[in-house]
């Protein structure tokens, strides 16, 4: 076909040009004309011969066509890994913690790392074998140390206990300005004896020792030859039981914070009375407690018997962590006769307190603003100091009022005792069961004002993390007013012993918490004593007694 149409064309071409003679010559235009048109044709006539492509299978063309896509999908995921030159240099600047963690681990490393571990867990095992004690249950052990340096003027006097700034060594055989002391040492151990897991209705136990003085003789015998150090113990101190008891939670614990608590607890504890009879030393601001927690018996010392604590109507501010209760409240019988002791008679003492908390959010002005009110009812023995025999049992009550406000950095409380106690009308060394008694009243009260700066207390702090021993400082400064009246009567007429019995002591105070459990004490103070009935004041009772206390505390 191709063959047949080229040589009809060059067929046309020869006869056209047979038929142009010399008489029909054309111009050299038109000749080139003709010649354009005659190769467009030759070239259209060429295009028409062109053999057909052969038939393609679409199924091949898609094939085709997937593979591209793939090859492309490839390329454009090799570039978009491959690092441009600037980030090339910064990968190549990277620590090497970083060029590790970006290096696939192989068979080997991960081998190693089994190996490591295995060493670790055989090495722990037989540390905690050979050098740490093992215990059957659940035990925290803790403890504080207290190391104190005194001077005062005027002396304390031989055989005279001294309220003030006496310490723990208050027989001496002579006259003395300073001493050091050990006030106390702690030891206690807590923990858990049964867990309820779906409720948390736990089973705890505490266990404590405290160092005590044991001097021979009395600190008030007149004179010093029966006052001596050692003669009892040969280290004038000895080891006594404080804390030991059981306590179950009847309410769950496991729940949140809005849930009310409540535990019993049985054994030998602290007295649920004020504020005062019941603050450790991590969180008493002075050196020396206030005066009535050691003039009136029954709430100054741990007693043995059985007391339930609780709370309700629970405020949570969830935002800061921070949880209080309107109402707090605790009651018991206990046997009233102090530490290690049997009850002493046939009568059992009773006590309750109960405080009510302001509801306030965290950052209210009126966070933590509690009035609380206690009562113990007691009963104590009357004896016949000739004969040293119970002629009578006398009522003991005690009654007292506390209010505490702790807003960072502010700080006020201020609480009040009055007790109640049957005293013989005529001298105890002839006293019998028909001996008439009277009601001695005496009142203590104390108002304390500080101020704290650092971040140690606040909550946003509590939370964080801490490297190694790191704890953050904070110091108090605070000033105190103690006063106690033993006989509130103060009237000669009534009785003599009435009058000039009254002390007050004021106490400046700086405490530096620079450590979790560890602070230091600096505390000035200055004792005045009432005016004596006779109006002459004695060795004994001085008008005034300056002291200057350094404690140092530390817990573990």
């Known amino acids: 076909m191709l063959h047949s149409k080229t040589n009809a064309l060059a067929g046309a071409a020869l006869i056209a040009l047979s ?27 060429s295009e028409q011969a062109r053999p ?24 454009q995921a090799q570039a978009a890994a491959r690092p441009a030159p600037a980030e090339a240099a910064a990968v190549a600047e990277l620590d090497q913690a970083t060029r590790d963690a970006n290096t696939p681990a192989t068979k080997a490393d991960i081998q190693g790392v089994r190996t490591d571990f295995e060493n670790y867990k055989y090495e722990n095992a037989r540390q905690l074998e050979r050098k740490v004690p093992s215990v059957t249950r659940n035990t925290v052990i803790g403890g504080t140390l207290q190391a104190r340096a005194t001077w005062q003027n005027p002396v304390q006097n031989a055989g005279v206990a001294n309220g003030a700034a006496g310490g723990n060594t208050t027989a001496v055989a002579t006259p003395r300005h300073t001493s050091f002391d050990i006030p106390s040492v702690t030891l206690s151990f807590a923990g858990q004896l049964y867990r309820d897991y779906q409720e948390g209705k736990n089973l705890t136990y505490s266990l404590g020792f405290a160092s005590g003085s044991n001097f021979a003789g009395s600190p008030q015998s007149a004179t010093s030859a029966t006052n001596t150090l050692g003669v009892s113990s040969a280290n004038g101190s000895q080891l006594n039981v404080t804390n030991a008891n059981l306590a ?28 005062e009879a019941q603050a450790n030393e991590e969180i008493r601001p002075v050196i020396n407690s206030a005066q009535f927690t050691t003039a009136l018996s029954g709430i100054n010392t741990r007693q043995i018997g059985l007391i339930y604590r609780g709370d309700s109507l629970i405020n949570v501010d969830y935002t800061n962590n921070y949880r209080s209760s309107l109402l707090e409240y605790a009651f018991g019988v206990v046997n009233g006769s102090g530490p290690n002791k049997s009850d002493n008679n046939g009568k059992k003492d009773w006590v309750g307190r109960a405080a009510v908390t302001l509801p306030a959010d965290y950052n209210s002005w009126l966070r933590e603003l509690k009035v ?46 009055q007790g109640r106690d049957d005293a013989f009308t005529t001298p105890a060394a002839s006293a019998t069961a028909d001996t008439p008694t009277y009601v ?12 704290t700066w650092g971040e140690q207390f606040l909550a946003s702090e509590k939370g964080l993390a801490k490297y190694d021993d790191y704890w953050p400082r904070s110091y108090q400064a605070f000033v105190r007013f103690d006063s106690f009246d033993a006989d509130t009567a103060n009237d000669a007429a009534v009785r003599a012993s009435s ?39 004695t060795a004994d009772r001085p008008r005034k007694t300056n002291a200057v206390q350094v404690q140092f505390q530390y817990g573990f």
Do not use: M, W
């Not at 038939?55 to 591209?68: F, I, S, T």
């Open 19 to 45: 038929h142009a003679g010399p008489a029909h010559a054309q111009s050299t235009a038109q000749l080139k004309k003709e010649l354009d048109a005659l190769r467009k044709q030759v070239q259209q006539l």
């Open 52 to 75: 057909a492509p052969p038939a393609v299978d679409p199924k091949e063309v898609a094939e085709l066509r997937q593979q591209v896509k793939d090859l492309q999908s490839q390329l």
């Open 248 to 275: 179950y939670s009847f309410l769950p614990t496991n729940g949140g914070a809005e849930d009310p608590k409540g535990t019993l607890t049985f054994g030998q504890q602290l007295v649920p009375f004020g504020l």
């Open 372 to 417: 609380g009110l206690s009562y113990y009812r007691g009963y104590n023995n009357l004896a016949n100091t000739t004969s040293n025999a119970v002629v009578q049992i006398a009522d003991s009550i005690r009654t007292g009022i506390d209010i505490n406000y702790t807003h960072l950095p502010f700080s006020v409380s201020y609480e009040r005792v």
């Open 440 to 451: 001695r009243r005496s009142r203590g009260q104390y108002l304390n004002l500080g101020y």
């Open 499 to 537: 009058v000039g019995d009254k002390a007050f002591i004021t106490t400046l105070g700086l405490n530096a918490f620079f450590a979790e459990t560890t602070k230091l004490q600096l505390n000035y103070l200055l004792a005045r004593n009432d005016t004596p009935a006779s109006g002459q004041y």
